[in-house]
């Protein structure tokens, strides 16, 4: 009880939206890996499949999608870098479910010990209606902040 | 973007039974409360009417069932001033509902910016089932970790 606890690896999820939630989720996860020096990996997913299905997007229309998506972690990483986060890292995946995507790919590939994410924080596209804070903080195996 | 974001004000949930995301929760707390010097707040909720109703308690057992909660708040107050907390507040409350409990009083008086709660936290005596976390996490004003 007496160790402190401290995370060791932090996942940052992004959405294209500037909202207040998404902005504080920010604030939070480098003042968090930059007080702790730990490293931050920053995360968004593109619903590939619903793209093709529903909106019928060209080839050309879906790849300039993706470079916008990660053009978007892009610009989270280097501002992370430049408030003196020291490892940093862009995470950007395509697939059918923002939820299954981060459970079963994102989680054990960067391995974090804490998701932050903004309570109104979803990704375009998705299936799933609304932020996908609550829902993870349920169904992931890690621990899970939820920032308003 | 640049401003860093610290929580200044910390609400601990905890319950009675020892489990290792509750012991997580408490060291998680105990490190940002003490790591920046913020005040936090001890927090159990006794579901008195259900232990009216449901456990048919004479008066001297609800008597003993509200002097065990407040001292499992007190020995987690004693342990966090132990950890260098210098401000820890012990919250006992009770009422119908635990969610609406904390959200309707406990976060409206202690004033929290962040809940931290373990993923299986979970009050005695409880009508809802299940862990108080992701729902917290959904229905909160403030920000939620649920810890694992």
């Given at each position: 009880m007496s160790d402190p606890l401290i995370y060791r690896r932090i996942l940052l999820t992004v959405d294209e939206d500037d909202n207040t939630s998404s902005e504080r989720a920010f604030r939070y996860?480098?003042?968090?890996?930059?007080?702790?020096?730990?490293?931050?990996?920053?995360?968004?997913?593109?619903?590939?499949?619903?793209?093709?299905?529903?909106?019928?997007?060209?080839?050309?229309?879906?790849?300039?999608?993706?470079?916008?998506?990660?053009?978007?972690?892009?610009?989270?990483?280097?501002?992370?870098?430049?408030?003196?986060?020291?490892?940093?890292?862009?995470?950007?995946?395509?697939?059918?479910?923002?939820?299954?995507?981060?459970?079963?790919?994102?989680?054990?590939?960067?391995k974090p010990d804490l998701l932050v994410t903004g309570a109104d924080t979803q990704f375009a596209h998705s299936k799933i209606a609304g932020a996908i804070g609550p829902r993870l903080a349920r169904k992931a195996p890690i621990s899970v902040i939820v920032v308003r």
């Open positions: 996860a480098t003042t968090l890996a930059r007080d702790y020096a730990v490293p931050m990996g920053i995360c968004s997913v593109m619903e590939s499949e619903d793209i093709n299905i529903f909106d019928s997007l060209t080839p050309s229309k879906i790849q300039a999608k993706r470079h916008h998506v990660e053009d978007v972690v892009a610009e989270y990483v280097k501002m992370a870098e430049a408030e003196g986060v020291a490892h940093v890292e862009p995470l950007v995946y395509e697939g059918g479910d923002v939820d299954d995507v981060i459970l079963d790919r994102v989680i054990p590939e960067f």
